[in-house]
T-cell receptor
Framework: AQTVTQSQPEMSVQEAETVTLSCTYDTSESDYYLFWYKQPPSRQMILVIRQEAYKQQNATENRFSVNFQKAAKSFSLKISDSQLGDAAMYFCAYRRGQIAGNMLTFGGGTRLMVKP | KAGVTQTPRYLIKTRGQQVTLSCSPISGHRSVSWYQQTPGQGLQFLFEYFSETQRNKGNFPGRFSGRQFSNSRSEMNVSTLELGDSALYLC????????????????FGNGTRLTVT
């Protein structure tokens, strides 16, 4: 079974600074997808960024980028120029590639606090 | 376009009762997934429906069931509620089907907070 681990229960960053959230996963599959989701106090999960395992290039979405290390099974999220609105729970998630559907395996989450 | 709508937002039930939660996906979305979120177990996949058929199922007891209607709206039902069923239940929809579904991101609702007393 696949597992996703987020080793940082809480992180703190100063506004405008950069922070990196860690995620490791365990799988025997070669084809899979990885995601970072953000959950603010409103409870709605919002997709931040996604990465296809077959792509070597790291995904980037504006201030958000990932460092995908396939051999090490590591998938960290870097938030640049942190803003107060970035404060939320962040979840790393995994999805197998060769099946249909949206069955995601989530990590335990990292609570990000942004200090003004 | 309206987002994923879950009703009710809050629910309080007594142990032993049953409960039905509702999810209306984004218009045009055919896939609906359900997740349970608790402080202890985190986010866990319950099941997914696509075109009225259950496509995937998580590791939950048979007390948890769901269905999808022809208009893609979905309901999940929990029978014989236990205290441990207290959780935030999240519904998510996506447009995709088949093996290309990964190209269609999941859109989540705000969840239903179920409290079992």
């Amino acid at each position: 079974a696949q597992t996703v681990t987020q080793s940082q229960p809480e992180m703190s960053v100063q506004e405008a600074e950069t922070v990196t959230l860690s995620c490791t996963y365990d799988t025997s599959e070669s084809d899979y997808y990885l995601f970072w989701y953000k959950q603010p106090p409103s409870r709605q999960m919002i997709l931040v960024i996604r990465q296809e395992a077959y792509k070597q290039q790291n995904a980037t979405e504006n201030r958000f980028s990932v460092n995908f290390q396939k051999a090490a099974k590591s998938f960290s999220l870097k938030i640049s120029d942190s803003q107060l609105g970035d404060a939320a729970m962040y979840f790393c998630a995994y999805r197998r590639g060769q099946i249909a559907g949206n069955m995601l395996t989530f990590g335990g989450g990292t609570r990000l606090m942004v200090k003004p | 376009k309206a987002g994923v709508t879950q009703t009710p937002r809050y629910l309080i039930k007594t142990r032993g009762q049953q409960v039905t939660l509702s999810c209306s996906p984004i218009s045009g979305h055919r896939s609906v997934s359900w997740y349970q979120q608790t402080p202890g177990q985190g986010l866990q996949f319950l099941f997914e429906y696509f075109s009225e058929t259950q496509r995937n199922k998580g590791n939950f007891p048979g007390r948890f069931s769901g269905r999808q209607f022809s208009n893609s709206r979905s309901e999940m039902n929990v029978s014989t509620l236990e205290l441990g069923d207290s959780a935030l239940y999240l519904c998510a929809s996506s447009a995709g089907g088949g093996d290309s579904s990964y190209n269609s991101p999941l859109h989540f609702g705000n969840g239903t907070r179920l409290t079992v007393t």
